[in-house]
């Protein structure tokens, strides 16, 4: 798949203003029905796939497997809400790992939606080495930033937006 700056950014851009419009739209409806004012539990997975310096593809395709099995197992044909955050290590140029981490993000996107999830929605972003897992101040620390966030929530935009 190709995926240009203007069209992703476009396309983003439409999910999120939806998003709102239907969040602000069950808040609404919320607000008339006594019976939505339960809190409902937030269904939801974080998972990391982890990639080889320099890497924009994952070092083993075996985790996006593992992770998408988890999910079928867990969640079954539920609607899936994700959100995929690339990230890198401090090494390198920060516009090269930011570019990196938005093709991480997208290689898994990619596989996720390959593996036939029922994704309702999905958020990439990348952001390189502005916001890693673990400080970047030692080798073992800097291959946990070289990786992929992938936060899954089970149910309607509601409640992926409560996850947030």
Do not use: W
């Not at 069209?7 to 999120?16: A, E, M, N, R, V």
């Not at 809190?39 to 080889?52: A, G, L, P, R």
């Not at 970047?136 to 930033?145: A, F, L, P």
């Amino acid at each position: 798949m190709n995926y240009s700056k203007p069209s992703t950014k476009l396309l983003i851009l439409g999910c999120l203003s939806l998003v709102v419009t239907f969040a602000s739209l069950n808040r609404a409806n919320a607000n008339t029905d006594p019976s939505k004012n339960k809190k409902k539990e937030i269904n939801s997975t974080i998972t990391h796939i982890y990639f080889d310096l320099d890497e924009q593809a994952p070092d083993a395709p075996a985790q996006v497997r593992a992770m998408v099995a988890e999910l079928k197992e867990t969640y079954g044909d539920q609607e899936l809400n994700i959100k995929i955050t690339g990230r890198t290590c401090d090494l390198g140029d920060e516009s090269y790992n930011e570019i990196l981490s938005k093709q991480r993000a997208y290689s898994v996107m990619d596989m996720l939606m390959m593996k036939g999830l029922n994704i309702n929605y999905v958020e990439v972003d990348g952001v390189g080495e502005e916001d890693p897992i673990v400080p970047n101040t030692s080798i073992e620390n800097r291959k946990k930033n070289r990786s992929v966030s992938v936060m899954v929530v089970a149910g309607g935009l509601d409640q992926y937006l409560a996850a947030l």
